[in-house]
């Protein structure tokens, strides 16, 4: 029976570690089945165009970073990254791959998963055209690799240095880099050979060699080759201009909205367009570009076309048609109000050509007036044709032609402060309003001005919006409710520590108001700033002050104003005194919780007087 009881017992302990081993396999079954449902409604959210909803589901569902086990913290890494790519974020890219590189470094991390993610932050630093910290990251990668960077990486990483080269325009180096990786690669396969061999071609078109590069481009069943390949014959002239934009537009009708391929052809057929001296297609598709993100157009790219995708490029367009269509009617230049009339007369009926003439008398009017009443029409037709106000902001906030923001008219920067706000651009937003005095005609003056304060601010211009903010006081009476609004905008100040300036505005708000409890406050948040400053004995005084209730009672701002006096006294050294309020506290306090406080506060002084 000893005998039976023994082997049943060694049979247990010989199954324990297999059941444990399975059930350690049914725990990771489970985890990749809901990760992969998790994975299917994020694509999900992709295909119905609510990528930034998809990325807030990977935020909100994706496990926290574990250091014994990081491998499924990893799979919804990659998938945030390649979200984040897919939305043209390559800011976010970097300063996400910055943020968990101590995770990646990880040995747990395989040395292929962490590659990936380098990789990925390096293509977004060419995106972000940040060519120099590119290339140092790359070359570190390159210098310190070890034998576990599998070849095909270590390929890639040296493909991208050609192309850094390539969209500098760098041809010596390019060609030096090209040498040696033909040297150690010869002819690669797969999709490393098609990225190989369309760098080849780039090189070959910037050095004029388009047989050569074209040759090479009929190899790759790409896009992207096809796209150069027409620019290539553009520029040999191999190709008419015009059967080269029937090419690209063939293309453009047969591409889905979203796919990234979509701008290459609209920039071949913007290209071939302005060869073709059809301005009007050259417009429509320089108007489509501008406002996206110009992700597929490598500054190599840019180069063999030869065309700038910016506001100038726009604006210089607008230009040559409206003066076109000015010489056929026999238009004078500086008879800006025929100009005008022109343009009011094609306001429906051509819109494209009214646009032009605008943009002509926009920028180069006589009269103030007769820019500014161009300009407004400019942007109504750029409304009427469903055009992004991306288009509008380009135009008016980038571009060489305006060289002061305050030859815009009022009614298109109103406009455009709230798109910049809208799209979190605050610097932008202030340099359109920083000598915008006027409000907007639904908006009171009080109301525009603490906007405007704000948002100068927020910029970092603290002294320009300080002194928005002393201008108003300087007016007309300030109500209670208005005061109340008013300070919140100066707590902004305090908060970036611009103590002093906070200072001189609750000062001067004093001055202003007649009302007891706001007096109260400002005491307190005036004695909040000299604490800031460490002037703890100013600010001990002030914080006393402010807690007097006018119905002479221990109110709940008795207690916090009290309290703060408390720890400006301990900060200045007077410890008797701190302690005397602590104390005072410590008896007509009912919260157990401050009493846990302040008994840590006296405990505090103690420590202090004894060493």
């Known amino acids: 029976m000893k005998s039976i009881k023994l082997f049943f017992f060694m049979f247990l302990l010989f199954l324990q570690p297999l ?64 979200l984040l790519k897919y939305m043209h974020l390559w800011k976010a890219i970097d300063a996400r791959v910055n943020q968990q590189s101590k995770n990646l470094a990880s040995f747990k991390v395989a040395t292929a998963d962490r590659n990936w993610f380098l990789t990925e932050q390096l293509r977004a630093l060419i995106e972000l055209k940040q060519y120099q910290l590119a290339l140092s990251k790359t070359r570190q990668l390159l210098w310190n690799a070890s034998s576990l960077v599998r070849t095909n990486t270590y390929a890639a990483w040296r493909r991208i240095i050609i192309q850094i080269y390539l969209n500098q325009s760098n041809t010596k180096d390019a060609q030096i880099a090209m040498r040696r990786y033909q040297q150690d690669y010869g002819e690669l396969q797969n999709e ?64 889905s909205e979203d796919e990234i391929r979509k701008s290459l052809f609209q920039y071949v057929a913007l290209v071939a367009a302005l060869a073709a001296d059809e301005i009007d297609q050259a417009i429509i598709m320089l108007e489509v570009l501008l406002p996206q993100q110009q992700s597929g157009l490598s500054d190599s790219l840019i180069r063999i076309g030869g065309i700038n995708i910016n506001a100038d490029s726009l604006w210089e367009l607008y230009f040559k048609k409206g003066n076109l269509v000015a010489n056929k009617k026999g238009l004078l230049k500086g008879d800006d109000v025929s100009w005008y009339a022109l343009g009011s007369n094609l306001f429906q009926s051509d819109p494209l050509t009214a646009k032009s003439l605008f943009a002509v008398l926009s920028i180069k009017a006589g009269q103030k007036k007769h820019r500014e009443l161009s300009m407004k029409q400019l942007v109504k037709l750029i409304d009427i044709n469903q055009q992004p106000l991306t288009l509008v902001n380009h135009l008016f906030t980038q571009s060489e032609y305006i060289s002061n923001i305050s030859d815009v008219v009022p009614e298109v920067r109103y406009r455009l402060i709230d798109f910049n706000l809208s799209r979190s651009n605050v610097k932008a937003a202030a340099a359109l309003m920083s000598d915008l005095k006027q409000p907007p005609e639904d908006q009171p003056q009080f109301d525009w001005s603490l906007r405007r304060a704000r948002v100068l601010i927020l910029s970092g211009s603290f002294k320009q919006g300080a002194n928005v903010l002393s201008e108003m006081l300087s007016h007309d ?31 001067q708000l004093q001055k202003r108001v007649d009302d007891v409890r706001l007096n109260r406050e400002l005491m307190f948040w005036k004695a909040e700033s000299y604490h800031g400053l460490k002037q703890y004995d100013q600010a001990a005084f002030l914080f006393l002050k402010s807690a007097r209730s006018p119905d002479n009672i221990y109110d709940p701002w008795y207690h916090t104003a009290t309290f703060r006096a408390a720890e400006s006294l301990f900060e200045a050294g007077l410890y008797e005194d701190a302690k005397q309020r602590y104390l005072h506290l410590l008896k007509i306090t009912q919260n157990a919780a401050r009493k846990a406080v302040i008994g840590q506060r006296l405990q505090a002084i103690q420590l202090q007087r004894q060493s």
């Open 19 to 82: 059941l444990a081993e399975e059930s350690q396999d049914v725990l990771e079954d489970k985890t990749q089945e809901k990760r992969l449902k998790h994975f299917e409604n994020i694509d999900e959210l992709v295909s119905l165009r609510a990528p930034g909803l998809a990325l807030n589901y990977i935020r909100r569902e994706q496990p926290e970073y574990n250091k014994e086990a990081p491998l499924s913290w990893l799979y919804w890494e990659q998938k945030r990254v390649s």
């Open 477 to 507: 009476e300030i109500e209670s409710f208005q005061a109340e609004k008013y300070l919140q905008v100066v707590f902004d100040l305090q908060a970036v520590e611009q103590h002093q300036i906070s200072l001189d505005l609750f000062n």
């Open 192 to 255: 490393d050979g098609v990225s190989w061999l369309q760098l080849q071609a780039e090189l070959l078109i910037q050095l004029k060699q388009y047989k050569e590069a074209i040759l090479l481009l009929k190899q790759i069943d790409k896009p992207e080759a096809q796209a150069l390949a027409l620019l290539a014959k553009i520029n040999a002239k191999m190709i008419s201009p015009l059967n080269a934009l029937d090419s690209a537009q063939l293309v453009l009708a047969s591409i």
